[in-house]
């Protein structure tokens, strides 16, 4: 059972995980199943970070599951359980629908070749070198090609076919055609193997698995357990500090922010001046609005209005734009009482990129008023996928990228993790601090719930392989 604070511990752990996201989750229970003993500490009084989800009259509201790609599903059934893998279930009604198209699409491979060639009339030829380019690019290749560069060797001008094959991944994971292109590849061909998935039961049912299947390995799980410093003694880690009291262990995972972890939580002088500086330099990803609507129990919503609606009312694709508190492009999540099996209530979340310096440091009447017009504004474009929404919704709620950031502590409400150069660090930094690492979202690529969990995975064999090599013998189970 999950237990609050910090309270009756272990007098020592193999590991402590700080932070229960999809990757610290992860972390710990590889970690266990590998033989370790291992703490679990979440500040918040949930777990999954942002895989969170929150009830408000009958109705419970899921901020992180739009769609994922079928990766997960393998990731599930080899990481955690075949249960919790066979509730990965398909989202079949996907929408486009801009100034420049509007279309329905399973946002497969096979099906945006099929688009790309008879509704943007782009040689196919084209499209398949396109395709197999992206899918042949791995997470340590060269990162100085941008993506509108790789966009434009395949598709030049067609601004209509960027968009197309950008915007999903901008929602996605906050790349711009600015970034790297081997992020948006990893991350665009992940989704194009097999379209785009989803959690039947809800992102509080596979997190409640996740949970159960940590307390059957033996993983001590504690919300409410701030972890506000990490000890380091002859240059090797110790122990953190949580809740005001020293917890001694030989590893540390922090999922917690990259930039926050390395220049908040360690002691000064141990990392040194160079790395500190790179650390320093790491740009976060962009953070998010989002706004939650319940519809009235016996009203409905018709199946055809789709799934996942990608509504832009700009006349190109521009990331930038993507971010304007003056929103031109938003994505609606539709959520049938189908997907929640037991539960007869539909949802519509609402998701827009933003700036968490547009929202921070508002004074309060202000925005609660740019709350409430983001609110009035979404409704408006609602209106045109869902004819009398107003009417049915008797729930409806604002979050912004302070929202974001007082749940999980992430610098800026970041809900994407780092930017490119984040992943350097994040995997550098346990050769700064022996017995230090990092899981969670970095570089675009490590960012999602299948990033994030898969990342998850390597940084447990990495503290596994340490481990061992500190101990020179089996650890003791935990
Ligand atoms: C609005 C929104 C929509 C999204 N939609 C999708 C989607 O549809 N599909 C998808 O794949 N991804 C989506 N994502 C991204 C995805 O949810 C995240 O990338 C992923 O869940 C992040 O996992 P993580 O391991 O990086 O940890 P995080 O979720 O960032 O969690 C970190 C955890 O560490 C805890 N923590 C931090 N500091 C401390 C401390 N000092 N002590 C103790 N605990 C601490 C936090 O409370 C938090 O629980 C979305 C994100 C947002 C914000």
């Keep these: 059972m999950t237990l609050k604070g910090t309270e009756n511990l272990k007098k020592e752990h193999d590991c402590i995980v700080v932070g229960a996201g999809l990757g610290g989750l992860t972390c710990a229970n590889r970690l266990a199943t590998a033989g370790h003993s ?93 395709f197999d380019a992206a899918r042949s690019m791995t997470f340590t290749d060269d990162d100085s090609m941008t993506t509108r560069q790789f966009l434009s060797q395949f598709f030049p001008g067609r601004t209509d076919v960027w968009r197309l094959l950008m915007e999903p991944i901008t929602y996605a994971n906050g790349s711009t055609l600015d970034d790297p292109a081997v992020s948006y590849c990893i991350v665009f061909s992940n989704f194009m193997s097999k379209g785009v998935y989803t959690f039947r039961g809800g992102t509080d049912l596979i997190i409640k698995m996740m949970e159960e299947q940590l307390e059957r390995n033996g993983v001590d799980v504690r919300t409410k357990a701030l972890v506000e410093k990490i000890t380091v003694e002859d240059g090797k880690v110790t122990g953190v500090i949580a809740n005001g009291r020293h917890l001694r262990c030989r590893s540390v995972v922090s999922n917690g922010n990259l930039r926050t972890t390395i220049l908040k939580m360690l002691p000064p002088g141990v990392i040194s001046p160079e790395f500190r500086e790179k650390t320093e330099k790491v740009r976060m990803n962009n953070s998010s609005c989002q706004v939650y609507m319940g519809i009235k129990e016996g009203e409905t919503i018709d199946p055809a209005t789709g799934d996942l609606l990608f509504t832009s009312t700009a006349e190109e694709f521009d990331a930038e734009k993507m971010l304007d508190k003056h929103v031109t492009s938003r994505t609606f999540s539709i959520y049938y009482p189908t997907g929640r099996p037991g539960h007869n209530r539909y949802t519509i979340v609402s998701s827009t990129n933003a700036r968490y310096q547009d929202w921070a440091g508002l004074p309060l009447d202000r925005y609660e008023n740019d709350k409430q017009a983001l609110a009035e504004d979404t409704l408006v474009h609602l209106e045109k996928y869902v004819p009398g929404v107003r009417d049915k919704i008797d729930h409806l709620e604002v979050a912004t990228p302070t929202t974001f950031q007082r749940y999980t502590l992430h610098v800026g409400g970041s809900s994407f993790g780092t930017k490119f150069e984040g992943l350097q660090i994040s995997r550098g930094i346990h050769d700064e601090v022996p017995g230090l690492f990092h899981t969670g979202s970095v570089a675009i690529i490590m960012s999602g719930w299948l990033g994030a969990a898969n990342y998850g995975v390597i940084v447990a064999n990495e503290v596994d392989r340490y481990i061992r090599e500190q101990s020179q013998v089996a650890p003791s189970a935990g």
Excluded at 73 to 78: F, M, N, S
Aim: hydrophobic content about 40%.
């Design 38 to 130: 291992v703490l679990l500490l979440e500040q918040h009084f949930q777990l999954g970070g942002l895989a969170a989800w929150f009830r408000r009259k009958k109705h419970i509201f899921d901020v992180a599951l739009h769609g994922f790609p079928v990766g997960m599903k393998k990731t599930c059934r080899k990481y955690w359980n075949k249960e919790m893998a066979d509730n990965i279930v398909p989202l079949e009604g996907i929408k486009f629908d801009n100034p420049q198209f509007s279309i329905s699409t399973t946002y497969e491979r096979e099906d945006f070749t099929r688009l790309l060639d008879q509704k943007f009339g782009v040689d196919r030829a084209t499209v398949e070198q396109f």
